[in-house]
C-alpha cells in the first residue's frame, strides 16, 4: 500500500520533515515514490508547504495517510474532515489506600 507520510530531515535536535509518498513498508529514509512538500514544527508561526494537487493525485489513486499527515491537512484545509485522536496520555496508576493509618 502506498502512503504519504513525513520523513525527518534536518540536524540533531532541529527537525524538518519532508511529505514523501512512499511504499507502507519501505523505510522513510530510503527510496520513496515522490517529495510532495515539508514541513519546519521550529519556526515561528509553523511553516507547511504542500503540493496539493499532487496530493489529491496520490489519495484518488488510492494512497493513505499517516494519522499526523492527516491531522495536518485537516488544518490546512486540504481534505474535509475530523481530526484523528493520535495518542492519550495514560492515567497515572493510583495507590491502594491503607484502612488504619499506621501509628
Known sequence: ??????????????????????????D???KYLEILGNYNPRAN???FTV??????????RGAGLSDTVHNLFVEKKIIESAK????????????????APKS
Open 28 to 30: 522513510t529514509q530510503g
Open 51 to 60: 503540493k496539493a494537487d499532487r496530493v489529491k493525485y496520490w489519495l484518488d
Open 84 to 99: 484523528k485522536k493520535i495518542w492519550t496520555i495514560p492515567k497515572a496508576k493510583e495507590e491502594p489506600k491503607s484502612a
Open 1 to 26: 500500500m502506498v502512503i504519504i507520510r513525513l520523513s525527518r530531515v534536518g540536524k540533531k535536535k532541529q527537525p524538518a520533515y519532508r511529505l514523501i509518498v512512499s511504499d507502507k513498508s519501505k
Open 45 to 47: 508561526p509553523p511553516t
